[in-house]
C-alpha cells in the first residue's frame, strides 16, 4: 500500500512540473522559421510549460523580436560535421553535456537540414528530441542523413499529408500539424481598393529558382500585349542569382515598365492591403505561410499544385495551375479580374472561412501542446 501512495505522489508531482521545452534552429537570420517557432513558443500555456530557445548566434533581424519575448534564449553551436564519424561522435558527446545543463524534457528542432548529429547528441544525453520537417526534400546525397534523423526522433512533425505519405508512410512517430497563422493581424487590414484601373499581382517569396516567379512573368508578358492595365510586384531579396536572373527577364520581355521588385520585406502586410490578386508559383512548397496571410488579407489567390498549396487550399481548385502552364495561369488571372464585386467578396469570405477552420495559430498551439504532453506522458 505505501508503495502505491508513493507512485501516486510522483505521479501528481511529475503532473504539476512544467514541462520545459528547448526550441532549437540554426539562427534568426531570416523571419520565415523563425516566427513560426516564436509564434508556439510564446503561446504556450505557461502553467504547464517552460519554453526555451537555442540558436547558434545573435545576428538577425528578428533575433530582437525574440528577445522581447522574455522567453529565455541560449546561445551556442549544437550540430557538428560526422565526418570522421569518430571525432563526430566525440563532438556529439560534448554538446550532449551542454544540452543536459539546459535540463529541457524536450528539444524540438526547426533546422531545416538533414542534419543528424542534433538529434544524436539529444539522444546521448537522455532528452527526447522531436523536428518539424519544414521541406519537400528527402532524397539524393541527404537520404541516409535523413533516415538517421528520423530513426533519432521521438516524433516528427509535418506540416502537410503528402509529407506523411512521401517520406513517412506507415510510422507511428509522424503528426500532421498544419502551419497557424496570426489571423487577426491580417484579418484587420484594410483594403486599398485600387481607383486607377490597374489590375495588380503580387507575389511574396524567398527568390531562389524553386520559386518559378519566371512562370508569372511570361504570363504577365501575355497579359500587358492583350492591352489590359496591369501590374506586378515581386516581394523578396532580389540581390541573390535568382533575383538577378529574374531582373533580366523582365528586360527581356520588355515589362520593366509593369514589374518592380521590392527585396525582402520584414512586413509586407501593406502590399497585401493593395493587392488584386496573390499568385504563389512554385515547384515545391511545404506550408507557404504567404499564401496563408493572403488568404487572411483578403485578396484572391492563385497557386501552383504544390503539397503544401494543396494542404491550404482544400477545394479550391479553380485557384490551382500547373506550374508550366502559363495559359491556364493566363486564364485564370483573367478569371478573377472579371469576377463581379459581388462573386469576388464571396471568394475572400471563403478563403477566410478556411483560415480560421484549418489554419490558426491557437489550433498549431493546441496540437502542439497535445504533442508535448504526449510524449511526456
Known amino acids: 500500500m505505501a508503495n502505491f501512495y508513493v507512485s501516486k505522489f510522483k505521479r501528481l508531482a511529475s503532473q504539476s512540473k512544467r514541462i520545459r521545452i528547448l526550441f532549437t534552429i540554426p539562427n534568426f537570420d531570416t523571419a520565415g522559421s523563425g516566427k513560426a517557432l516564436l509564434n508556439i513558443a510564446t503561446r504556450l500555456n505557461l502553467e504547464k510549460f517552460e519554453p526555451h530557445i537555442l540558436c547558434m548566434h545573435e545576428r538577425g533581424e528578428y533575433y530582437n523580436v525574440v528577445k522581447k519575448s522574455n522567453i529565455p534564449v541560449h546561445i551556442g553551436t549544437y550540430t557538428t560535421s560526422m565526418r570522421p564519424i569518430f571525432e563526430g561522435l566525440i563532438k556529439c558527446w ?9 535540463g529541457a524534457e524536450i528539444i524540438h528542432s526547426f533546422h531545416y537540414s538533414a542534419d543528424y548529429s542534433e538529434a544524436l547528441a539529444a539522444r546521448l544525453a537522455g532528452i527526447r528530441w522531436i523536428y518539424t520537417k519544414k521541406n519537400m526534400n528527402w532524397g539524393g546525397s541527404s537520404r541516409n542523413a535523413w533516415n538517421l534523423r528520423s530513426f ?3 516524433r516528427i512533425v509535418a506540416q502537410n499529408s503528402s509529407m506523411i505519405n512521401t517520406f513517412f508512410k506507415g ?5 500532421l500539424i498544419p502551419r497557424g497563422l496570426n489571423e487577426q493581424e491580417f484579418l484587420s487590414i ?13 507575389t511574396v517569396a524567398n527568390l531562389t529558382p524553386v520559386k518559378r516567379v519566371e512562370t508569372i512573368l511570361f504570363a504577365l508578358s501575355k497579359l500587358k500585349a492583350s492591352g489590359i492595365f496591369i501590374t506586378f510586384h515581386i516581394v523578396g531579396d532580389n540581390g541573390t542569382d535568382y533575383g538577378r536572373y529574374l531582373e533580366q527577364q523582365v528586360k527581356f520581355l520588355d515589362i520593366s515598365d509593369v514589374v518592380e521588385f521590392f527585396g525582402k520585406q520584414f512586413n509586407p502586410k501593406d502590399f497585401y492591403r ?3 490578386v496573390f499568385i504563389l508559383s512554385s515547384l515545391k512548397e511545404s506550408s507557404p505561410v504567404a499564401l496563408l496571410e493572403a488568404m487572411a488579407a483578403g485578396v484572391p489567390v492563385l497557386s501552383s499544385r504544390t503539397a503544401g498549396a494543396l494542404e491550404i487550399m482544400g477545394d479550391f481548385e ?4 500547373l506550374i508550366d502552364d502559363v495559359n491556364f495561369l493566363i486564364d485564370r488571372i483573367l478569371w478573377i479580374f472579371q469576377l463581379t464585386t459581388e462573386e469576388k467578396a464571396q471568394l475572400i469570405s471563403r478563403q477566410r472561412e478556411r483560415i480560421l477552420t484549418h489554419h490558426t495559430i491557437a489550433l498549431e498551439v ?3 501542446e497535445e504533442l ?3 510524449i511526456t506522458r
Do not use: N, P, W
Open 274 to 276: 493593395k493587392a488584386d
Open 190 to 202: 484594410e483594403r486599398e481598393i485600387s481607383t486607377d484601373g490597374v489590375f495588380r499581382l503580387l
Open 171 to 175: 510510422s507511428h512517430k509522424v503528426v
Open 318 to 321: 479553380d485557384q490551382l495551375f
Open 94 to 102: 560534448r554538446i550532449s553535456r551542454k544540452l543536459k545543463a539546459i
Open 366 to 368: 493546441e496540437r502542439h
Open 152 to 154: 533519432l526522433a521521438s
Open 372 to 374: 508535448y504532453r504526449t
